[in-house]
């Protein structure tokens, strides 16, 4: 069983930046890759960015890339996304997420077996 606890959401304007933290709690930290993801209001949730177990290999949505900057610290058991020049259409409820697989990732939502219970991002234009 793993615990996560999501912080670091809310209200920021366009161009700004915001780091969101997910603590994690439980056995093996080091053994699940770990995933952000997010839904929008009237949306359904989506793929945000991914870093494998060991954070050797990680993968950013492509409307995240050369802005967002998945991270993780195994031996604090948190997992971070740094977000820069932050857009209104970036603003979503963000869940982090662990997968139970010790190599490589997955970007599929039903690939993950644990959730946090979400943080706010709202970017204001």
């Known amino acids: 069983q793993v615990q996560l606890v999501e912080s670091g959401g809310g209200l920021v304007q366009a161009g700004g930046s915001l780091r969101l933290s997910c603590a994690a709690s439980?056995?093996?930290?080091?053994?699940?890759?770990m995933g952000w993801f997010r839904q929008a209001p009237g949306k359904e949730r989506e793929f945000v960015a991914v870093?494998?177990?060991?954070?050797?290999?990680?993968y950013v949505t492509d409307s995240g890339k050369g802005r967002f900057t998945i991270s993780r610290d195994n031996a604090k058991n948190t997992v971070d996304l740094q977000m820069n020049n932050l857009k209104p259409e970036d603003t979503a409820v963000y869940y982090c997420?662990?997968?139970?697989?010790?190599?490589?990732?997955?970007?599929?939502?039903?690939?993950?077996?644990?959730w946090g219970q979400g943080t706010q991002v709202t970017v204001s234009s």
């Open positions: 870093i494998s177990a060991s954070g050797s290999l990680n």
């Open positions: 439980g056995r093996a930290f080091s053994n699940y890759a």
């Open positions: 997420a662990a997968n139970r697989q010790r190599s490589g990732y997955s970007v599929a939502i039903s690939a993950y077996d644990y």
